[in-house]
Each structure stands twice: as C-alpha cells, then as structure tokens.
C-alpha cells in the first residue's frame, strides 16, 4: 500500500500543513509508504476548457501535471490538505482538481475508470466559524477523488484557525489528524 499527501497550501508550514504532516506521522507509524507532494512547488498550468479531453480521456497540456497524474492512478490512499479561502480549496488545489476533468471524461465518458478499492481523505482548516464553512470544499473534494476512483473516507475539519502555527495550541485537532492517518491506512 503506498498513500499519496497532496500539500495543498499556498503557505509553507501553515495549519493545514501541520495537519497533514501529523496524519503522516500516524500513517507512517502503521509503516505505510508515502510520499510528499507540495502544490504550491508545482508549475500546473489551468485548464483550458478545450475539452480535448471528452473524446481522448487525457490533457493536451504538457507541465508538472503529467506526473501527478501517473501517482494519482497509481496510489491506494490520499490525504489532500487545504486552507479554506471563500468557502473552497486554495486556487493551487482547485488548479489541480480542474486539470482532474480527463479522468472524469475517462471515467464517466468513455467507461475507463481506475479500478482497486482507494481511499481518500481530506484536511481543512478555516478562520472564521461560519456554519457551512467546509460545504462546497468537501463537495470539491469527493467529486475529486470520484475521478480517479478514490472513496471519499474520512475527513477533518478545524475552525477558527488562522494565524501561522495556531494550529499547534489545539491538540485534539493535532491528534484527529495523527488517527485519521492511522486509520486510513488500516481500513
């Protein structure tokens, strides 16, 4: 089993970070492999809306995409992690995800999904308390993870964060994601 950590952070060593660097800690204690993957270091070009893709399932465009795409299909778990910007994924993530709509048009047009039970789960975190702060993120991310045939597993998400390292003064947010590292890896 192998788990896929997609960084999804424009701030290097934010709370979103620290979260995701402590479910790895918990993933690496159930001696799962595992691998880094920063998106603010990647240079992804947007998606263009061409829909090239509908008829041929693959992106016409040539970047640091074309990797990412071979560990996506090639992973059994992912953790995707993210700050919450407007009620969504941080624009890096979101680039990433809108460059997904190959495997979707794969998956949905042209009947070639990924096969193998895959889980995913998914960190957020967001300054403010507003009720539905994690809604259309969390949809973002299923619809996501539906593409390359990821179940939607697990998730946790922290309110009221917002300053560089805050996170580090809730432990119990520290600990969930420590078990929701472990936990994906052992299910």
Do not use: H
């Not at 089993?1 to 800690?25: F, W």
């Not at 693959?58 to 778990?77: A, G, H, P, Q």
């Not at 890096?92 to 995913?120: F, P």
């Amino acid at each position: 089993m192998k788990l896929l950590a997609i960084y999804g952070s424009p701030r290097e060593n934010g709370n979103s970070d620290i979260l995701l660097s402590e479910a790895l800690k918990g993933v690496n204690d159930c001696g799962i492999q595992y691998e880094k993957i920063f998106v603010r270091n990647l240079d992804i070009k947007y998606c263009r809306g061409c829909r090239v893709c509908d008829t041929i399932g693959l992106c016409i465009i040539s970047d640091e995409m074309k990797n990412l795409y071979e560990k996506l299909e090639s992973f059994d778990r992912i953790i995707v992690s993210s700050p919450i910007y407007f009620y969504g994924v941080s624009a890096q993530l979101k680039t990433i995800i809108d460059r997904s709509q190959c495997y979707w048009a794969r998956k949905y047009l042209l009947k070639n999904e990924i096969s193998g039970k895959r889980l995913g789960a998914f960190i957020a975190v967001g300054a403010t308390k507003g009720e539905k702060l994690f809604d259309g993120a969390r949809l973002t991310i299923k619809y996501f993870f539906d593409a390359y045939n990821f179940e939607y597993f697990d998730e946790l998400f922290v309110r009221n964060v917002d300053k560089k390292g805050e996170i580090f003064s809730n432990t119990e947010a520290l600990e969930s994601a420590y078990q929701l590292g472990k936990k994906i890896c052992l299910k």
